[in-house]
């Protein structure tokens, strides 16, 4: 069973990660999250789960107004032939979540590590990262510190790409 957004934010706490969240109307796309986002300060994400040929599942993590190509990102990262993206159905089974609510926080979900996170180097630059919490009803604002120990928690280990040079 996955995690609820209560259980995270209590896991969050557990491993002394405290971020601030807001409420808001529920999203599912990068435009509806602009119109609605008001004071929410830092970088906000966009987040692609993809499928490879091998059936191989990604979760790329990137700037929101970065553009990416997904047949050079297939080849800048070693997939399998072309990536598409995953189903509904592998989203909610591998991650927990629903469409408009993935995020690397998702990846709490993903007991079985099938998913390779791919994070845009620009979150590196950034003082404050900006993602849903299992529910595209809410923001939640990390650090960079915040997604270190995060992904530290869940043993899992990003690879970092830089995501503006596969416009």
């Known amino acids: 069973m996955p995690m609820t957004t209560t259980e995270l934010f ?19 796309t990068v435009e509806e999250s602009k119109a609605l986002r008001g004071a ?14 091998k059936r191989r599942y990604f979760l790329v993590v990137a700037n929101e107004d970065t553009r990416i190509n997904l047949k050079s990102l297939a080849s800048r990262i070693g997939a399998s032939g072309r ?12 991650l ?5 609510a993935v995020s690397l926080l998702a990846l709490v979900n993903d007991q079985q590590n099938q ?4 994070l845009d180097e620009s ?12 529910s595209s ?3 939640t604002s990390l650090t960079n ?19 503006r040079g596969l416009e």
Request: aromatic residues 8%; proline residues 5%; contains cysteine.
């Open 115 to 118: 998913t390779t996170i791919v």
């Open 145 to 163: 510190d915040d997604v270190v120990q995060f992904l530290r928690a869940i043993n899992r280990t990003p690879v970092y790409l830089d995501c």
């Open 10 to 28: 209590e896991f969050l706490d557990s491993i002394s990660v405290r971020p601030t969240t807001v409420e808001h109307e529920q999203v599912r």
């Open 137 to 139: 009803r809410f923001t």
């Open 40 to 53: 929410i300060r830092g970088l906000h994400t966009k987040n692609l789960f993809l499928r490879d040929a």
């Open 96 to 100: 927990g979540v629903e469409p408009g």
């Open 123 to 134: 979150l590196l630059n950034a003082s404050t990262i900006n993602c849903h919490p299992l």
């Open 83 to 94: 990536f598409s993206f995953a189903s509904s159905q592998a989203l909610m089974d591998i």
